[in-house]
């Protein structure tokens, strides 16, 4: 039986992790990007359909080709930022069902049905993309998810011809914790849970 | 600036946690559900928007009204399970919002706007999912999330005349090690990443 984790780490990937849009000058190297998407790869998904699909942007010319789709307050936290990383997902992620998920023909499942793909996707990719701020965190880098760009427009510019679609943004790098606001509250249990 | 969590904490949120079907005849007390939800809280949502909402299943008469809407292949573990947290989002999230994110009029720009409104909920409840099934395995807790379900029959039996939605299921407990099969395969880096 698993112990708790301790108070550290417990803190690291929850309490005390807050989002940032204000980035010390230190690199973030691409052996730690990799290591951020081999744990986020072990997280749970139906069928282990595994649709999160991750574009790391490092160089500022990749950078300049996201700035018109960032909503206006997102552009300078962006653009300081060491890297962003693209959260998309696989629109024909089910290609991969037959190598990931061998035991049953679970292809059949997705194939042919906008809505099954979609609703999978979504929901799958969105887990592990929670899964990857989580792992970026516990290997002691800061965060900045972001839901506010234009999605249409960074399909276009990185995944055209693709079947990629972008889910959410994620600044990542060490953030300064001077610069931090105080955190919003959350929902007690008792507004956010039932018990049966 | 954060270290690096230790070994031990990256095995049991990522490494070695598995998604279990056989579940130990242990319980799992109320003030643990409780503690899985106030770390799960905790975790990152677009403008603190925190739309996940968690229905506890317990008891036997609980878990009774979920059967008839379980896929077969979910059932008797799910029935076997200490508890079953069916992980829902709330439609009406956005009411919340003058106190989660009280910087601005947040509110506006959800309230009438149903395709804004399902899309924050499905992506940010299912961040919460996750934080939520992370949570658990901090806690020593092991998970049995599931898609295989009826929705609307779900939403029938417990969210009638609310506008709570489910969105997966999630059985809790501490799993047999021994009945687990062995781990399927994860794409590598290099199929679901790119660097830019």
């Known amino acids: 039986m698993s112990e708790i984790l301790s108070d550290a780490g417990l803190d690291q990937i929850f309490r005390d992790a807050r989002t940032h849009s204000v980035w010390q000058d230190t690199g973030v190297s691409d052996v730690l990007l990799e290591a951020i998407y081999d744990l986020a790869k ?30 206006a307050g997102n552009v300078d936290k962006t653009m300081a930022a060491p890297a962003t990383a693209i959260l998309a997902y696989d629109m024909e992620f089910y ?14 499942w997705f194939a042919g049905k906008p809505k099954a793909i979609e609703q999978t996707a979504q929901r799958n990719g969105s887990l592990q993309g929670a899964y990857f701020i989580i792992a970026a965190r516990a290997l002691g880098l800061d965060c900045g998810p972001m839901s506010g760009f234009n999605r249409t427009k960074v399909d276009e510019v990185f995944f055209a011809d693709t079947p990629w679609r972008s889910n959410f943004l994620c600044n990542l790098g060490h953030g300064d914790p001077e610069k931090l606001h105080p955190r919003s509250p959350r929902l007690d249990f008792d507004e956010a849970c039932r018990l049966l």
Do not use: I, Q, W, Y
């Open 42 to 71: 072990m997280g749970p998904t139906s069928a282990n359909c595994s649709p999160m699909r991750v574009l790391f942007l490092r160089s500022k010319e990749a950078k300049e080709r996201l700035r018109p789709a960032l909503d």
């Open 95 to 108: 290609e991969k069902l037959p190598a990931l998920f061998p035991h049953a023909d679970a292809r059949s």
